[in-house]
């Protein structure tokens, strides 16, 4: 049996978790991977989701209207790590919105004309800045990612790092986008908010729900509040961290990390009903 579900502290929260429970079939959940359904982990391609996430994550897709995963990875790699390709109409959007694999198709453009200067610089650039031990780099093929969880002071190698990372992003055409012990360049105008953005103007629901744990989230909260402030019903989640606050800042309800998140889901798809089954 399922938990009861928790109670948003906001009044918005509350109709829009009201919403979904009310036409789940015209409902919208969105949620971030990594840090959401998944705990952070020193190595990305080490990463698992929460045990209880695929089964509840099948669940819900014959449960809702449109089930989504929006995440800074490629679709397709989330989608492999995350055993997701068993999900039923599972939309998942990959590197910000830049790629979305659905049905098993990946739809995925060239990548932005910056990103191979970016490249071929940040070496010289880490040097130059004295980059610590530890200090890594993650291509994304459309990103690059530096990553400082493994140096010995991960939140000061960060700090010493994001001026002359900000100036490569400006000098190549590239946003610098700070998160949890990382700074992405990547696509200008691509972000989690325009990635949900587009998906509600595809499915048009009448309710949304987006969970995320870390700043390159706030986006796609600014996106529900914006689609509230419109007539449309939403709720945000934050997965909760002590490297990131700000998110729990700003939520709707805040949940203890992907732990939380995969028992909310689990009560969520409780509360739903089961699809009815075809008549013999």
């Known amino acids: ?101 659905e049905a098993g198709q990946l739809t995925s453009p060239p990548p932005p004309s910056g990103i191979a200067p970016a490249r071929a610089r940040l070496p010289e650039v880490l040097a130059s800045a004295g980059a610590p031990d530890g200090t890594w780099v993650e291509d994304k093929g459309h990103a690059l990612v530096v990553h400082t969880r ?53 499915r048009n629901p009448v309710a949304v729900l987006f969970a995320g744990d870390d700043l390159g989230d706030l986006p796609a909260f600014a996106a529900v509040r914006a689609l509230r402030a419109r007539g449309r019903a939403g709720l945000t989640v934050a997965s909760a961290s002590a490297e990131v606050t700000a998110l729990a800042d700003e939520a709707d309800l805040v949940v203890d990390g992907p732990d939380g998140v995969a028992a909310l889901l689990a009560s969520l798809a409780g509360a739903l009903p089961a699809p009815s089954s075809p008549a013999r």
């Open 150 to 202: 493994r140096t010995a002071e991960p939140q000061r190698a960060l700090q010493a790092l994001a001026t002359p990372l900000a100036r490569l992003a400006e000098e190549t055409g590239l946003a610098c986008e700070p998160g949890r012990l990382v700074i992405e360049l990547r696509p200008r105008g691509i972000d989690k908010g325009t990635a949900l953005h587009h998906l509600v103007a595809e």
């Open 1 to 101: 049996m399922s938990s009861p579900l928790p109670r948003p502290r906001t009044p918005e929260g509350e109709a829009g978790l009201a919403a979904i429970l009310r036409d789940p079939g015209h409902a919208l959940i969105a949620l971030d991977f990594d840090g959401t359904l998944a705990p952070i982990v020193a190595e990305p391609s080490a990463v698992r989701p929460h045990p209880a996430v695929r089964p509840t994550l099948q669940r819900l897709a014959t449960r809702v209207g449109t089930l989504a995963i929006i995440t800074g990875r490629p679709a397709r790699a989330a989608v492999d790590l995350g055993g997701f390709a068993g999900v039923p109409g599972l939309i998942v959007v990959g590197q910000y919105g830049w790629e979305r694999w």
